[in-house]
């Protein structure tokens, strides 16, 4: 399948072979089971597999407009919706969509939300109200992105890598994540964060601070923050993000936003 992938992405004609086109849809459907991974742990790193996000990509040339009707709603569109969500154990509740090709476990919890192809969310994650999953995002198990989260995709415009976000990891109120940004086990960060893969996070927890990029340890509790860059114009702040410590052990997994930054003095 791969091999079959990586030469119709150096040669669009081959999307006319039904060889071809079969094998993208096997791809889909793979990934729509979770039999498939645009990204997996693999030991303590985590790797990319190029050739799935070039399926998912090179599926939406081979695929047809069509208008789908939901009870009184319609859509036109060249991808299914996602179905059989109680065989799935999925709850969703209404105007939550997820498309066909995205994999939702076991016990997930979709509020009116939306999750988008190639997208792999795990046991036990809230995807609360008006929060997006983005193409080819990884969320762990036991994830909250709370209301109004923004979890990027790799498709529009095309990015390296997706979004990794790992388990028991608690995403405040209209936070985004974009660009590939890799959040390890159990971070928390506060409502408003904004990561992108040139973002500063920054800790300073200890005299000397500690700066990281696209990247946040585990445990971190993050919060937004302000730093002085010099322009031609002038010196301005700019948007950063801050460490302000860790996570407790005996911080509960499920423990709201505020009890955690409480837990440092911060108001959420």
């Keep these: 399948m791969q091999k079959i992938i990586e030469t119709a992405w150096e040669n669009r004609e081959l999307l006319k072979d039904e060889n071809t086109k079969n094998t993208i849809r096997g791809v889909i459907e793979m990934l729509d089971k979770g039999k498939l991974r645009v990204a997996e742990p693999n030991g303590t790193e985590w790797k990319v597999n190029e050739w799935i996000k070039k399926a998912v990509i090179l599926y939406f040339p081979i695929q047809q407009m069509q208008t789908i009707e939901v009870g009184i709603f319609e859509y036109h569109d060249k991808m299914k919706l996602k179905n059989n969500y109680e065989a799935l154990g999925v709850r969703v509740v209404p105007n939550a969509v997820a498309r066909y090709g995205a994999y939702l476990a076991k016990g997930v919890i979709l509020m009116p939300s939306y999750v988008n192809i190639g997208a792999y969310v795990d046991s036990g994650t809230m ?27 790799v498709l529009e415009p095309v990015q390296a890598a997706p979004v990794i976000i790992e388990d028991g990891c608690f995403i405040g109120s209209r936070c985004i994540v974009v660009e590939g940004v890799h ?13 992108t893969k040139s973002t500063k996070i920054i800790d300073v927890t200890s005299a000397e601070q500690k700066e990281y990029k696209g990247f946040v340890p585990a445990r971190s509790v993050v919060i937004p923050g302000m730093y002085t860059k010099k322009f031609p114009a002038g010196d301005f702040q700019v948007p950063c993000a801050l460490i302000i410590g860790q996570r407790k052990e005996s911080t509960d997994l499920k423990t709201s936003l505020n009890n955690a930054l409480r837990e440092y003095d911060v108001a959420v």
């Design 127 to 153: 995807v609360d109200t008006w929060a997006t999953v983005g193409s080819c995002a990884q969320i762990g198990k036991d994830v909250h992105l709370s209301g109004g989260v923004g979890i990027g995709g």
């Design 183 to 195: 959040l390890q086990k159990e971070v928390v960060l506060g409502a408003n964060v904004v990561l």
